[in-house]
């Protein structure tokens, strides 16, 4: 533990020396990261910590300066990173985006992956969009509708603009077209249980086969809406039945469903999946740069081969590590069944992790944007639970 004490005390005189003398609780920690300090020791190590900060920041430069030279041995050269990384070719600006569904609450676990997107943006100027991904009619909730612009606006206070997904629906069907015409998409009738079959056994279904035309006939019928009923018929894209990863085998891109939805009512019956939807939004509101969460990493795969098809460049990517809490509720449904069944009195419910519970609770958007910043663009995934969060909130809160 000595030793651990002399780390931050060098850190600290580090950070003091590099800031006019003032150590600062955030980048200390931080340093302390790459030394293999655990999130799970910041609660126990924090008072240790702003007691050798306070004792640091009484020294004057010259002593600090002097204590630091005894320990800087000790101390790793990587500088405590100010500010986000460089970005490839973003010299003239970026063009980057949040999707946010409207299935329940936007919550911390959706800044971890999307904050830093708008940071991006106001580092390099440009557009930074919000599409509220509203194209499966049985998960939308419609008060989202009015929250999620609510939550942005304050959260990130730059959003450039906020579409509906749902509004743009002929859009997707345009490029749905696109891509049967080019013979990349074919309309299949067999049922879920028997492609299934035909991707484990990397056979094509009879529906490949088909011309542009009789797929265009097809598709016809899907949008019409006496025509195929829900589950009877899916738009596929054709990738290839024996690719390595079963998940890129002519995977769906758009399918029926006949449920009513919040805004568009009973208007459309097909609803584009998001593989099609979100590569349709990046190519048209010319997206430059994508970071999104790990767990995308397939529909990225997804959107590519479709972006090759249509000739268009695919935008830089990043996949950022996810931070797994140990003890929040993060899924938007269980918040929000939780919040129907009474055990919440609703979003704003301080004991949840939502962003109108948190700007309740006091917490300014600064904060996120420093943690964020701090943990800047990694693809290294962190376990972590509420006590360890709100720790370096707090201190970034101040
Ligand atoms: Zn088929």
């Keep these: 533990m000595e030793d651990l004490e002399k780390k931050i005390y060098a850190y600290a005189l580090k950070n003091a020396l590099a800031h006019e003398g003032k150590a600062m609780q955030g980048p200390v920690i931080s340093s302390l990261f790459n030394e293999g300090l655990k999130n799970s020791e910041v609660g126990k190590y924090a008072k240790k910590i702003s007691e050798i900060i306070l004792k640091v920041n009484a020294l004057s430069p010259e002593q600090q300066e002097k204590e630091f030279g005894k320990l800087k041995e000790g101390v790793s050269e990587r500088e405590t990173r100010e500010g986000l990384e460089e970005l490839p070719n973003a010299e003239k600006g970026v063009v980057m985006r949040f999707r946010p569904s409207p299935s329940g609450p936007l919550h911390v676990g959706h800044l971890i992956s999307n904050f830093i997107s708008s940071l991006y943006v106001k580092k390099y ?182 972006y090759k098809v249509l000739g268009h460049k695919f935008p830089w990517t990043f996949f950022i590590g996810r931070i797994k809490f140990t003890d929040l509720i993060l899924s938007k449904r269980k918040i929000t069944a939780a919040i129907k069944e009474g055990e919440f009195s609703g979003e704003e419910d301080e004991r949840l992790p939502t962003i109108a519970s948190l700007k309740k609770r006091g917490y300014k958007p600064e904060a996120f944007a420093k943690f964020v910043e701090q943990r800047g663009l990694t693809e290294v995934d962190k376990v972590m639970d509420s006590k360890e969060f709100f720790n370096l909130l707090d201190n970034f809160n101040k």
Excluded at 169 to 174: A, D, G, N, V
Excluded at 230 to 241: I, N, P
Excluded at 289 to 302: E, F, L, P, T, Y
């Design 125 to 306: 100027g440009g557009k930074f969009y919000v599409i509220i991904d509203d194209t499966d009619p049985k998960t939308c909730l419609s008060n989202a509708y009015k929250e999620i612009p609510k939550n942005c606006d304050w959260v990130f206070g730059n959003v450039y603009k906020y579409f509906n997904a749902s509004d743009r629906i002929p859009l997707y069907y345009e490029y749905a077209e696109k891509l049967i015409k080019k013979d990349s998409a074919y309309v299949c009738t067999c049922s879920s249980e028997k492609f299934k079959k035909f991707t484990e056994e990397e056979k094509n279904c009879p529906c490949r086969k088909l011309t542009a035309k009789e797929n265009m006939e097809r598709w016809k019928k899907m949008l019409d809406k006496s025509g195929f009923k829900e589950h009877e018929a899916v738009l596929r894209f054709k990738s290839d039945m024996k690719h390595k990863n079963p998940a890129m085998r002519d995977f769906p891109l758009a399918r029926i469903s006949e449920t009513p939805h919040p805004i568009q009512k009973k208007k459309y019956n097909v609803w584009p999946l998001m593989n099609l939807s979100v590569m349709v939004d990046d190519i048209e509101l010319k997206m430059t740069h994508i970071i999104r969460g790990k767990d995308h990493m397939d529909n990225a795969k997804r959107q590519e081969m479709m």
